[in-house]
């Protein structure tokens, strides 16, 4: 394996790790609105504060995109920054 496979395998890993933790980070934001008797929460995903450096933040708008059908998916409505089911 190159140096330039290796860095776009870990690159590539790097990613969809980021991407199921945010999932995660948003469902438990979710659940733990929904044991309130809330019905709406902040949409994560719109916030690019969970986005650290440079090479993360290019993937804002493609998280936002893959994010979005996922939970729109699953019945969840999704306005601007909010997120409301």
Known sequence: MTAQELQ????????EEKFQKMVNIQQKFIEE???????????I????????????????????????????QNGYIINGIVITW
Do not use: P
Request: contains cysteine; positive net charge.
């Open 45 to 72: 995903f719109s916030d690019k504060e969970y986005f650290h450096n440079s090479f993360e933040r290019q993937w804002f708008t493609e998280f936002n995109s893959k994010a979005r059908r996922l939970f729109e």
């Open 8 to 15: 776009n395998n870990i690159q590539s890993k790097a990613k």
């Open 33 to 43: 609105n929904m044991k309130c008797g809330k019905n709406s929460v902040i949409w």
